[in-house]
Structure formats: structure tokens, C-alpha cells
């Protein structure tokens, strides 16, 4: 259970900071974004068990849409980091990107690999 907690703190306060909202861990828009998304999984698992769900596709749907959401992800971080207006000095110099896009593909191929051994 700690990990729940955990992981659901660690994005609550990503998604606070993205929201331009208070970040700290024992913010109250951290623990209510947190408390949303244990809860809406919460939701999700006793809605598929109320279904007669496999638990088990549950858990490779859920694994399936990590590694679907990791490359977009990664595109929107690329595309970020190399807007001046939104991180000023800390801005992606030539070799940053380069070595940004050859490991935004590798994770790729590593997505097209997973993805394809599932078809």
C-alpha cells in the first residue's frame, strides 16, 4: 500500500506544479489530487470486480497505457524544454537535443517492441 501512496503523492505534486498550484508533499491541492487519483483507482478496480473482470487485464491495461502515455510524455517534455519562454536559460542547447531525440527514439523502439509482442 505504501507505494500507492506514494507514487500518488509523487505525481500529485507534479501535476500541482504543472497546474501552477501549491507543490509541496503536505500541500492541500497535492493531497487533494492525490486522494482523486487513489480514488478514482479505487473506482476503477471495484468496477471491473463488479463486472467480473480479470484483475488481471486490468493490470496490463493499466501497464499498457504507462507505456503508451511515456513517448507522449516525452514528446511534450522535448517540446518544452526547448521553449524559451517557459524555462528561459535552462533552454535545450544543440547537443541536449540530440541526445534528447536519440533517447526519446530508443524508448520508442522499446514501446514498438512491448507493444508488438502483445499483437
Not at 463488479?50 to 522535448?78: E, K, R
Not at 517540446?79 to 527514439?105: E, K, P, S
Request: glycine share 10%.
Amino acid at each position: 500500500m505504501s507505494s500507492v501512496v506514494g507514487t500518488s503523492l509523487t505525481g500529485a505534486v507534479t501535476v500541482a506544479d504543472g497546474l501552477g498550484y501549491e507543490w509541496r508533499m503536505d500541500g492541500r491541492p497535492t493531497k487533494a489530487i492525490a486522494t482523486a487519483a487513489v480514488t478514482g483507482a479505487w473506482a476503477l478496480s471495484i468496477g471491473a470486480q463488479l463486472l467480473d473482470q480479470n484483475p488481471v487485464d486490468t493490470l496490463v491495461l493499466a501497464q499498457v497505457s504507462l507505456v503508451v502515455g511515456t513517448p507522449v510524455f516525452g514528446a511534450l517534455l522535448l517540446v518544452i524544454l526547448n521553449d524559451d519562454d517557459a524555462v528561459a536559460r535552462f533552454t535545450n542547447t544543440l547537443t541536449r537535443n540530440v541526445l534528447a531525440v536519440l533517447g526519446y527514439l530508443l524508448g520508442l523502439g522499446v514501446v514498438v517492441a512491448l507493444l508488438s509482442s502483445f499483437l
